[in-house]
């Protein structure tokens, strides 16, 4: 299965590649959490991205589609993989397009995770996460129930209002235009991502099937 899930900030992307890799078992690509762990190591990569991300800007095409491209060729994607934020410019579809052609590989399925824009910011807002794990929580609707989990979650440097109303922005202006672009080859399925994250799973995997 090679496929991609494609949705505003907030949608339930990380979410459901949780869970979606294990069932399909294939690696999950999140050139977000690529990212976070490059601002972690403190690499020129992570320090170049990091102005970006806080503000809720885009990270230039020129630093993420090479990144992409290479972790792609990895042995691991060999039998597929799931992006998760990638692509998520038409420059970064248009090159993702040219390189599996090359390697004449083709992609399964895009999957659109649609949440309407009144709903992000609270998600947003409550996000958690666990950084042994990785694991995504939200403070009010899935709090973690162990204490020790619950005293060691992370809040996101771009999880503020404000960077949120710009990756919203930044969502609408560069990325929706390029499920068009998915729809145009048959590969996009539409996915209602309002409902528990059990019944968005249920609705991918449906759509999949
Ligand atoms: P990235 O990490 O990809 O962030 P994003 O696209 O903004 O998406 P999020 O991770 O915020 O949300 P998600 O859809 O994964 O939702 P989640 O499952 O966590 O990118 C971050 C930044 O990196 C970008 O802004 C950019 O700067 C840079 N970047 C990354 N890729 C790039 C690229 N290709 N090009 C350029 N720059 C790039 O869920 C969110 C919350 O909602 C959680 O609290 C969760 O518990 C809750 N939740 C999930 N599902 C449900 C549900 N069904 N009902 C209720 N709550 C739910
Ligand atoms: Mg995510």
Do not use: W
Request: net charge negative.
């Amino acid at each position: 299965m090679r496929m991609i899930l494609v949705g505003p900030p907030g949608a339930g992307k990380g979410t459901q590649a949780a869970r979606l890799v294990e069932t399909y078992a294939i690696p999950h690509i999140s050139t977000g959490d690529m990212f976070r762990a490059a601002v972690k190591a403190g690499t020129e990569l992570g320090k170049r991205a990091d102005e970006y991300m806080q503000q809720g800007a885009l990270v230039p095409d020129s630093l993420v589609i090479d990144m992409v491209l290479e972790r792609i060729q990895q042995p691991d994607c060999a039998s597929g993989f799931m992006l998760d934020g990638f692509p998520r410019t038409t420059p970064q579809a248009q090159a993702l397009d040219q390189a599996l052609s090359a390697a004449g590989i083709e992609l399964d399925a895009v999957v659109l995770i649609e949440v309407p824009d009144e709903l992000i910011e609270d998600r947003i807002i409550h996000r958690r996460q666990d950084p042994e794990t990785g694991a995504i929580y939200h403070l009010i609707n899935n709090p973690p129930t162990d204490e020790a989990v619950r005293a060691r979650l992370v809040h996101r440097k771009d999880d503020t209002a404000e960077a949120c109303r710009a990756r919203l922005e930044k969502y609408h202006a560069e990325t929706a235009p390029i499920v068009p672009f998915y729809g145009a080859k048959g590969l996009l399925k539409r996915v209602d991502g309002v409902g528990s994250p059990d019944d968005v799973e249920v609705r991918i995997k449906a759509a999949l099937a």
